[in-house]
């Protein structure tokens, strides 16, 4: 039986890596704001409509997407066997601040709608809160989009070991007069809050850098200067510089 | 507000319990620590068409019909270099049958010569046990964690790293799987390309990452000048290029 299992995950996988692919091709094409690093300003996470896919097969389970033949040249999705909602998980870094919601999306009917959906879930996929809604109404705007920015004293955090992020998209109508692009999330990083015991003699609580360092401590990329400092205020060698970044960054060559 | 709408208003509950404050997994970078990258259950599809797949009430946990285990496929994207050290089953199984199963498949870039890791599958949490690092319901908690992975290194030329995974019942979800890594630099060169690191500088390892990497040229004249204070401004495009750093 696992055999058999493992030859058909052989077979599969040559689809999932096209997929994969076309869908990397879309979200370099679509990186209008590309900021990926960094702690103040927004980075943009987009979600293809290619990588959603019905929340189960037995509620609209149907879809396509549209063709060159009804919408000029376009890539959108939408239900074929009536109102469905197709669901996709981003992948974002631990510690990302997710504050921003996004739906491209089209609606041509005048009665049934597009809507989007933000799921925080622990890592069972359950206990899930939605986080934020956004929705394109009644086509009033036939290819437009609703953007929802989150709460900002809220925002969501990601913690990876902890819980789930999904993202549903509900087409009401189940034909092509609701459909959707993708939907995009923003989110800023986060360096940690300050531990509440210092772990160098020379950098203590009251220090102005003191979240900073124990950041840089307590991911591995650094152990000091010796007897238990970190030297804050000595110049850094170009060649300690070489092996921060390597560190961090995990550097690599072919 | 419309009839479909209110069928996710099922899924809410409890938000509370989930937004609490917590101390963060942290990490996402750097070579000791470990990070962890989430695989949700609705990752998970069937590896052919036609299989009717579907979520436990109340929840976006996943079962598929006819599964029997090991029958859901999830991508699994992690960057060149990454060391895997921990693959995790979350999943909520409720009857005394069978379990639910999740393995990570690591395959040639043909799609081929696949290993399991482990061999066996994270199944052992069947009977009536809920497999999670969270309580569910205030249920019995078992985290089922596999290390045997340890020596799983990502190479995104060289072939592919997928989760397989599943139960085939309401009462065998497949709540996610959850894989631990480290990132690693990648081992020294045999040659130093620079005159003033050789390979016996302690640095060595490091200097040579950054320079395949393209995040310098170094100092001049073949040399590195690892003794150098660094300067603000030399800070400045080893940030920049080391990230790629854009604006608005």
């Not at chain 1, 927004?42 to 609209?60: K, V």
């Not at chain 1, 220090?207 to 307590?218: D, G, K, N, S, V």
């Not at chain 2, 404050?21 to 998970?44: D, H």
Request: with cysteine; proline share 6%; hydrophobic share 40%.
């Amino acid at each position: 039986m696992r055999i058999v299992i493992r030859v058909a995950c052989g077979l599969a996988l040559g689809f999932l890596s096209a997929r994969l692919s076309a869908q990397e091709g879309d979200a370099r094409a679509a990186a209008v704001k590309p900021k990926t690093y960094g702690v103040t300003q927004l980075s943009y996470y987009r979600m293809s409509a290619a990588e959603f896919t019905p929340l189960d097969t037995a509620n609209g389970s149907a879809y396509t997407d549209t063709s060159s033949a009804n919408f000029g040249t376009a890539f959108q999705r939408y239900s074929t066997g009536g109102p469905a909602i197709f669901i996709a998980s981003p992948h974002l870094p631990t510690g990302a601040l997710v504050t921003y919601f996004e739906l491209d999306s089209c609606d041509e009917d005048p009665v049934n709608d597009v809507f989007a959906d933000f799921f925080f879930c622990d890592n069972l996929g359950t206990h899930c809160g939605s986080a934020g809604l956004s929705s394109n109404a009644n086509g009033t705007i036939p290819c437009g989009f609703a953007a929802f920015t989150l709460p900002p004293a809220g925002g969501f955090q990601v913690d990876n070991y902890r819980n789930q992020l999904t993202v549903t998209v509900q087409t009401q109508s189940g034909t092509s007069s609701t459909r959707f692009a993708g939907v995009v999330l923003g989110y800023t990083l986060q360096v940690s809050p300050a531990p509440q015991i210092a772990d160098f003699s020379d950098v203590p609580a009251n220090h102005p850098l003191f979240q900073f360092i124990e950041a840089l401590y307590a991911s591995g990329l650094t152990a000091g200067c010796g007897n238990g400092d970190f030297c804050p205020n000595a110049p850094l060698t170009r060649g300690q510089a070489a092996v921060f970044l390597a560190k961090a960054l995990g550097l690599q060559w072919q | 507000m419309k009839p479909h709408r209110s069928l996710l208003a099922l899924w809410l509950w409890m938000v509370g319990s989930i937004l609490g404050a917590q101390s963060l997994q942290p990490q996402t970078y750097g070579t000791t620590a470990v990070s962890y990258v989430e695989v949700p259950g609705i990752a998970f599809l069937p590896f052919g068409s036609g299989f009717t797949y579907g979520q436990g009430a109340g929840t976006f946990a996943r079962y598929m019909l006819a599964c029997g285990g090991g029958c859901m496929l999830a991508p699994l994207r992690l960057p060149s270099g990454a060391k895997i050290v921990s693959v995790e089953l979350d999943a909520i199984d409720t009857d005394n049958t069978d379990s639910v199963s999740g393995s990570l498949f690591q395959c040639d870039k043909f799609g081929q010569n696949c290993a399991a890791h482990p061999a066996a599958g994270l199944g052992g949490c069947g009977l009536g046990y809920i497999c999670s690092g969270e309580s569910f319901n205030g249920g019995p908690v078992a985290v089922v964690v596999d290390v045997s992975a340890e020596n799983v290194i990502v190479d995104n030329t060289a072939g592919s790293l997928f989760l397989a995974g599943g139960g085939d019942t309401t009462s065998e979800l497949l709540g996610g799987m959850i894989v631990g890594y480290v990132l690693q630099v990648s081992p020294a060169p045999a040659t130093p390309t620079f005159n003033d690191v050789p390979v016996s500088d302690p640095a060595f390892q490091y200097v040579e990452a950054l320079v395949a990497s393209g995040v310098t040229a170094g100092c001049g004249g073949g040399n590195y000048c690892p003794d150098s204070p660094l300067t603000r401004r030399q800070m400045a495009v080893f940030l920049a290029k080391a990230l790629g750093l854009q604006w608005p």
